[in-house]
């Protein structure tokens, strides 16, 4: 299968030092090419049926928030249990996300609209983004060593680990350094005076035989990805892991936000596991300042700018800011 995230850093020549810097780049350089692999792939890309999918958005639709869907699946649950060792599901290897990374929905073609039904406010926002992509004014939170924050952390590039034991799943992505991790020992969300919104939200779950069924709330205000819409502070997710025949991972995703959303965002995500025959890949501590030419700002004009870039040893040339680096 073809597609951005199935080539690393190391697989294009960038160095540790240099994936956060060249990430725009590294973008750039690569959608050309999966938009033109897409149309041959998309049978593979497809995460499920068309049935199947209008199946899970009808159950999406059924539950007016997120909080109501996972109880209803901890409720139908008929396999639930505490994990033990011997019931420990084994995810390990490495893994990519497969899809079109710049969109949100992965089933999507890369120049589709997002498929999300917008509120009037975030339609809005959503086209005036377009438009600045459009003329070319980018501007990108990455770009400023921010983490993607959840539900985008869905979509990232690069390597991934799975990492199950009995109380706690760690999900981990190479990019920034994310990891999530999801509580199933039966605890709760904190009570609501402890709340504070988060990067990734606060995440408990349970089991259903081989299926982790997560709830995620207390997130921040952020982006689907560069292309894609923004969600606000009330953005909820409930997701259904499992891994597939062929050793994927798959995702069922609904997003619950009713300040951006008219009805509940469902996706299917899609992880696929790297080749990894002779043992030469790893997950590298992921530090985005660690040389000359991460220093990225936003212009006034809404776009990025590196306040100095060199790919030589010598002193980097200086580039002319157009507002100059924050202060």
């Given amino acids: 299968m073809v597609g951005y995230s199935h080539v690393s850093p190391s697989s294009v020549g ?32 497809v995460a499920a049926s068309a049935d199947d999918r209008n199946a899970m958005m009808q159950l999406g639709k059924k539950h007016p928030n997120a909080v109501s ?12 249990h ?32 997002a498929s999300a039904k917008l509120t009037p406010e975030f339609e809005k926002r959503y086209n005036e983004k377009l438009a600045l ?56 969300h904190p009570p609501a005076e402890d709340q504070y919104p988060l990067h990734n939200g606060d995440s408990i779950g349970f089991w259903d035989g081989r299926k982790l069924i997560i709830h995620t709330d207390e997130l921040m205000a952020g982006e689907y990805q560069r292309t894609q819409p923004h969600s606000s502070e009330r953005a909820e997710t409930v997701e259904v892991w499992q891994q597939g025949a062929d050793g994927s991972v798959l995702v069922d995703v609904w997003v619950y936000d009713p300040p951006a959303l008219v009805e509940p ?30 220093d990225v700002f936003k212009t006034k004009e809404g776009t990025s700018q590196f306040s100095e870039f060199s790919f030589g040893n010598g002193p980097a040339p200086q ?8 202060k």
């Fill in 82 to 113: 505490t994990l033990s060792p011997a019931t420990v599901p084994s995810w390990l290897g490495l893994y990519t996300r497969a899809g079109f990374i710049l969109n949100f929905d992965s089933d999507q073609a890369p120049t589709a609209r």
């Fill in 319 to 326: 580039v002319p800011p157009t507002d100059g680096p924050p």
């Fill in 265 to 294: 965002w469902y996706v299917r995500q899609r992880y696929v596991k790297v080749d990894d025959m002779d043992r030469q890949l790893r997950i590298r501590y992921w530090y985005c300042q660690e040389n000359k030419n991460n």
């Fill in 69 to 80: 869907l996972f109880n209803a699946l901890r409720e139908d649950a008929r396999r639930r």
């Fill in 133 to 188: 992509l459009a003329s070319g004014v980018e501007y990108d939170p990455l770009s400023s060593c921010a983490p993607p924050q959840h539900p985008r952390w869905l979509t990232e590039p690069y390597l991934r680990e799975f990492v199950v034991t009995k109380n706690q799943t760690w999900l981990i992505n190479e990019m920034q350094n994310d990891i999530r991790r999801i509580y199933t020992d039966g605890r709760g």
């Fill in 14 to 45: 960038f160095s540790t030092a240099g994936r956060a810097s060249t990430y725009a780049t590294f973008v750039l350089s690569l959608t050309i090419a999966c938009a033109s692999a897409y149309a041959a792939e998309q049978v593979s890309l």
